[in-house]
């Protein structure tokens, strides 16, 4: 196992200062990851959009344990949105700070988020990639969720975050505003800015 992640970390090395383009490719209706929240649900914002300055819109998907993780239940944290893939090997060198990032900001209400939108083979992750992500890039303490094509549909809607690069980081503050956005990987440009909404 350790092997693995050293072969992974020597790969996302190389490939830090670039980043994988994603390819929108057709998912399986019959399984579905996400559950749509009503529109009357409290909380919801009617200028909600994935654009900077905006709050940010709800979504429920599933996590590594499959459960739902709904993104307005954690209203008055910082949650940072990770959206990958896993044959990416840039979102591999990312994965491998997450569980870092929960161990130093956790204590802050500070929640890191990797939104798997692809397998290995392009595919929707089901739960058992989610699994092994987690476990692969030793994530204990912060969700790793699988996205459909709900998710493409909020994009399409306005509603979501345009992805054209993968990953792509998105901060979100605590009253739910967003305030940051990175295609690819920068890990201490991700940590000033925390740093910036803790003051």
Same mark, same amino acid.
């Given at each position: 196992m350790k092997i693995i992640k050293i072969i992974i970390a020597i790969v996302s090395a190389a490939l830090l200062y670039f980043s994988c383009t994603s390819d929108v490719t057709p998912f399986d209706p019959n399984n579905p *990851? @996400?559950?749509?929240? /009503?529109d009357g649900m409290p909380g919801n914002w009617a200028d909600c959009? #994935?654009?900077? #300055? *905006?709050? %940010?819109?709800?979504?429920?998907?599933k996590d590594q344990h499959n459960k739902d993780w709904q993104l307005?239940?954690?209203? #008055?944290? @910082? &949650?940072v949105l990770d959206f990958s893939a896993m044959w990416c090997g840039v979102c591999m060198g990312a994965a491998l700070e997450v569980q870092h990032f929960q161990e130093i900001y956790g204590p802050e209400k500070v929640v890191w988020v990797t939104v798997l939108?692809?397998?290995?083979? #392009?595919?929707? /992750?089901?739960? %058992?990639?989610?699994n092994e992500w987690a476990k692969v890039f030793d994530i204990e303490s912060a969700p790793?969720? %699988? %996205?459909?094509? +709900? &998710?493409?549909?909020? @994009? !399409? +809607?306005?509603?979501?975050?345009?992805?054209?690069?993968?990953?792509t980081i998105v901060i979100i503050d605590r009253e739910m505003t967003n305030v940051y956005y990175l295609e690819g990987w920068n890990?201490?440009? &991700? !940590?000033?800015? @925390?740093?910036? !909404? !803790?003051?």
């Open positions: *990851t @996400i559950t749509v929240v /009503p959009s #994935g654009k900077l #300055g *905006t709050h %940010a819109c709800n979504f429920v998907l307005y239940e954690h209203h #008055g944290e @910082i &949650i939108l692809q397998d290995f083979f #392009g595919q929707l /992750p089901a739960v %058992a990639h989610l790793v969720l %699988a %996205a459909d094509e +709900n &998710i493409y549909d909020m @994009i !399409l +809607n306005g509603e979501g975050y345009v992805i054209n690069v993968l990953p890990k201490n440009r &991700i !940590l000033d800015q @925390i740093d910036k !909404l !803790l003051k």
